[in-house]
């Protein structure tokens, strides 16, 4: 299985919408996760959505483990609905805008609806963190980068110095 390349900030393929995946079950989708595990286990990323190396389809996949070796969640043609209108800010992170992070808003607590690679439905609630990482990696799907979601773009920056504004902002915390 190899090692896919990322697409970085300024591809097109960032910024189409992806197609929907019309059979979850099909092979070349399990092998593009295959592919997309190894490649995220290589880089050490806590998710990856599939326009991200070159293949524009909603399918992102994602773990809330911590180190390597964590199983990702798979998730194909997912949907997000905002469970409430709160949203917190936190730092983000991406593979696809490398050296970077960013203090973004996003929902504190989502449903999001998908189906894996069997084609069974999955139905969850997500909040926080694990809520942040399925927004994150969602909005690749649609063309959407983290910078697009920030208001306040004096909190992006290089991570070499982001440890300079630490003080009341929560801690960085990577997301890819
Ligand atoms: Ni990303």
């Not at 880089?43 to 293949?55: K, Y």
């Not at 942040?132 to 969602?138: K, M, S």
Request: proline letters at 8%; aromatic letters at 4%.
């Amino acid at each position: 299985m190899p090692i896919l390349k990322i697409a970085r900030m300024g591809h097109p393929v960032l910024l189409r919408r992806a197609d929907p995946v019309a059979d979850p079950t099909a092979p070349e989708i399990a092998r593009l996760v295959a592919d997309m595990i190894e490649t995220l286990e290589d880089i050490g990323g806590r998710g990856l959505a599939a326009p991200q190396v070159h293949f524009s389809q909603r399918v992102v996949i994602f773990h809330m483990g911590e180190g390597r070796g964590a199983v990702p969640e798979v998730l194909i043609n997912p949907v997000i609905e905002p469970l409430a209108e709160e949203m917190i800010p936190g730092w983000e992170g991406c593979l696809s805008v490398p050296g970077l992070r960013g203090v973004v808003p996003r929902f504190r607590h989502i449903r999001y609806r998908a189906v894996d690679l069997d084609g069974r439905s999955i139905d969850r609630e997500a909040s926080d963190m694990h809520a942040r990482v399925v927004q994150h990696e969602c909005d690749h799907l649609d063309g959407v980068l983290y910078p697009q979601r920030m208001d306040d773009l004096r909190l992006l920056m290089f991570e070499t110095e982001a440890k300079h504004h630490v003080n009341g902002i929560v801690l960085p915390e990577d997301i890819d």
